[in-house]
Every structure is written in C-alpha cells, then in structure tokens.
C-alpha cells in the first residue's frame, strides 16, 4: 500500500555513467516533484510535473532530465554523472485539486557517485 | 526574496521535557505553513498544516504549532518529548498556489532526546 514509492533505494555508481531513478505514486495525484537533498540535509526542489506536463524547472543542469509518461509516474535520468551529484533525491506528489494539499514522499535514493 | 529560516540545527533534550522549534518565514502575503519530520533513512512525513483560521494547529504525534503573523514565525511544539521524536524537522513555506506551487524548506533541526 506504499503510496509514493522509489527505486532504486541505493544507487552507487561511477562518474561518467548515466543513471535513472523511478518513482510511482498510487494516491492519484496531479502533481509530481524532485527534490534533492544534500549532505547538509537541505531539500530543495528541482522539477515539478502536472499532468505529464512540466511546471517547475529550477536552476538543474541539463544532465538532469525528468520523464513523466503518466501522471502516477515521474521519473529522473542523469547523464554524465558527477561527484557533486551525490545526494539523497525525494520524489513527491501533491493533489492539486485540493487547495494547497501537502506533499507526499517517498523513502528517497541515496545516490553515490565515485 | 521568500525563504525559510530554522534557527537552531541541533537541539538536544530530555525525555518528557517540553520542546519549541523555531521556525521563521520571509514571504509577502499569507503563507501556508508545513512542518515535516525525517527519520534516518526515511522520507519526509507530514506533521501539520496551516492555511488559514485558529493561529494554533494540531498535528500528529502529539505536536502542534503556532502561527504568529507579527512575528513571522510558525514554531513546533510537545509538551513532553519521546525517545522516538528523534529525527529532522523541517519547516517549510508553501509558494504560490495550484499546480504551480512549491514547497520551500527550511535548512532543519536535528532532535536527539537524552533518556
């Protein structure tokens, strides 16, 4: 019954290689987010998608490119991985037809690139 | 421009002692206020909301906050902390509205409570 639900849990792997993480949220919500967390524990978003449609697309280099084939589904592809790309990444999703609802996250992927 | 202030990264306290994390905001209009908690190697978990009406919200697990506009703080509160409320807050601000909106978070507060 895991409402938003991520994989992979742990990813390790080298600098250069292109990687994915995927998440999928069951609650059938409109809205769908990244949010990266760093080594310092501070979260900050990076993408938002609405209905398959992107709405927020924060300062993340181009390496970064979010895939959203349905709305229960967004997931995030990384190419050419770098050491600074090492974090925690949060999918989370929000039901905008209620007024500002909040947000649901999954249990995060500790990315580590060496 | 907008953001979210945490004061105090770490704070230490005893078990069933009471306990106040801070939490100030810098935003123009009404905010819509969060507080999420992280446990290690957990995602985040809703504690509570505000949006509008009684300035004192409940939340889950015995906590609760306060909203103070002239203050521009949304401070957690419990009244007698357990073993198992050690874990990262999270205060944050709610930008904008409908599916543009964004959630703002503040840097946290790591809890350790001491038995």
């Known amino acids: 019954d895991t409402a938003v639900s991520q994989t992979p849990k742990y990813l390790v792997t080298q600098m250069g290689n292109d990687k994915s993480i995927k998440c999928e949220q069951n609650?059938?919500?409109?809205?769908m987010y990244w949010y990266k967390q760093d080594s310092k524990k501070f979260l900050k978003i990076m993408f938002s998608?609405?209905?398959?449609?992107?709405?927020i697309n924060e300062t993340v280099p181009n390496r970064f490119s979010p895939k959203s084939p349905d709305k229960a589904h967004l997931n995030l592809h990384i190419n050419s991985l770098e050491l600074g790309d090492s974090a925690v990444y949060f999918c989370?999703?929000?039901?905008?037809?209620?007024?500002?609802?909040?947000?649901?996250f999954g249990n995060g992927t500790r990315l580590t690139v060496t | 421009a907008q953001s979210v202030t945490q004061p105090d990264i770490h704070i230490t306290v005893s078990e069933g002692a009471s306990l106040e994390l801070r939490c100030n905001y810098s935003?123009?209009?009404?905010?819509?206020l969060f507080w999420y908690v992280q446990s290690p190697g957990q995602g985040l978990q809703l504690l509570l909301k505000?949006?509008?009406?009684?300035?004192l919200v409940q939340g889950i697990k015995g906590f609760e906050a306060e909203f103070k506009r002239s203050q521009s703080s949304f401070n957690l509160r419990k009244p007698s902390v357990h073993w198992s409320d050690a874990a990262e807050y999270f205060c944050?601000?709610?930008?904008?509205?409908?599916?543009?909106?964004?959630?703002?978070f503040g840097t946290g507060t790591l809890l350790a409570v001491q038995p």
């Open positions: 989370a999703s929000r039901n905008d037809r209620g007024y500002n609802s909040p947000l649901h």
């Open positions: 609650l059938g919500h409109d809205t």
């Open positions: 998608y609405n209905n398959k449609e992107l709405i």
């Open positions: 935003y123009g209009a009404t905010p819509y």
């Open positions: 505000y949006f509008s009406g009684d300035t």
């Open positions: 944050a601000v709610d930008l904008y509205g409908g599916a543009t909106n964004k959630l703002i």
